[in-house]
């Protein structure tokens, strides 16, 4: 199955393609737990929404307006996309990166080129319904204001600037909670662009900048559990998810190592991460989708075509996973909703 699967990669098309469906194919799900029967039925289809020739990010369903639509980014084209279930896609972020040196940014290969990761990565909604986003190009969170106009939450920690900020997830109290992936063993001290010398995790909270952790290796997406008693960050160079207790003061204690992917050597890696209602966890991972119960037991994967970037949990009633892929969108309805900002 997992070779018929890997046969699946589609051929590059500039935001083209009907939607469609793998029926025909053998069904996309991996069983390794009866409580899978619970998240996924047993008919479940992946649909493939979009191809694109970016990298594609970022996914935030948007439920506070009608009609409702999903977010999502594109890295190297600098640009926040909106798609509506209709099928129509327009951009409503752009301007993302305003610098002309991108020599000190990651670059993507695609094809024969390689592209600059000038946008933004990882993005959410605050409580006012704005969005914010990780920057990869201004290597800063920000967000949009209602007038489209940008401000900087946090580039930087004790005068250091962020290298690559990745991932957020607000908690309820509006403490924001972020990755820094990347650190900066090239510049020298004295160069003003000079960036934070480990990898870390932070929080943003009444417009001050706290470290949580700087104990993980390449940290990238994070999530809270319902009741928001743990909060679990995945690291993707050791393909480990670990869990924190969250503190009243919002930091985080007593890490526990729930799962180790590192023994699987499908494509793939912990990247985007979500929680459900039920305090199901889906990362992405070797082969496509881990779906895991609260306490990291491994209870199924959904194989998709290529590697994933990141998911979230859209339509009205919160039951249909959105997964981007470097150069897609899918789709999968679920019987669980999911935790959405």
């Known amino acids: 199955m997992r070779k018929r699967w890997l046969c699946l990669l589609f051929s590059l098309a500039v935001f ?14 991996v069983r390794l737990d009866p409580a899978l029967d619970k998240i996924v039925t047993s008919g479940a289809k992946l649909e493939k929404l ?4 970016g990298f594609f990010e970022g996914p935030t369903w948007v439920h506070t307006t009608n009609p409702q639509y999903l977010l999502f980014t594109d890295i190297p084209g600098g640009v926040i996309h909106k798609w509506t279930p209709d099928g129509q896609l327009t951009v409503v972020v ?3 990166f305003t610098g002309t040196d991108t020599s000190g940014l990651a670059q993507y290969p695609l094809g024969d080129k390689k592209l600059p990761m000038i946008g933004a990565d990882g993005t959410t909604l605050d409580h006012e319904g704005r969005i914010v986003f990780c920057g990869f190009g201004p290597r800063a969170v920000m967000r949009v204001e209602k007038d489209g106009s940008h401000t900087v939450l946090a580039d930087r920690f004790e005068g250091k600037k962020f ?3 990745n991932d957020l997830v607000y908690k309820s109290d509006g403490t924001l909670y972020f990755t820094d992936t990347q650190t900066d063993q090239k510049r020298a001290e004295t160069d003003p662009e000079k960036g934070v010398s480990f990898s870390g995790v932070y929080l943003i909270k009444a417009g001050q900048v706290r470290l949580v952790t700087k104990d993980l290796t390449g940290p990238n997406g994070l999530a809270f559990a319902p009741g928001e008693k743990y909060l679990y960050i995945n690291e993707s160079p050791t ?6 207790d969250v503190q009243p003061d919002d930091s985080v204690s007593n890490p526990k190592l729930i799962i180790d992917m590192s023994a699987d050597k499908a494509e793939g890696m912990p990247d985007g991460m979500k929680v459900d ?7 992405t991972g070797p082969g496509g989708l881990w779906i895991l119960s609260p306490d990291g037991k491994h209870i199924g994967t959904i194989l998709t075509p290529q ?6 949990f859209g339509d009205k009633d919160g039951k249909t996973l959105y997964m981007t892929a470097p150069q897609g969108l899918y789709r999968m309805r ?3 909703a999911g935790i959405r900002p």
């Open 94 to 96: 752009d301007h993302i």
């Open 239 to 244: 393909k480990r998810i670990t869990r924190f």
């Open 334 to 336: 679920l019987k669980i």
């Open 50 to 53: 979009l191809d694109g020739h």
């Open 307 to 312: 590697r994933l970037s990141n998911l979230t």
């Open 16 to 29: 083209g393609g009907a939607l469609h469906s793998y029926a025909d194919d053998p069904s996309p799900i």
């Open 163 to 165: 290298n690559t900020p």
């Open 277 to 283: 209602k039920e305090g199901n966890i889906y990362c």
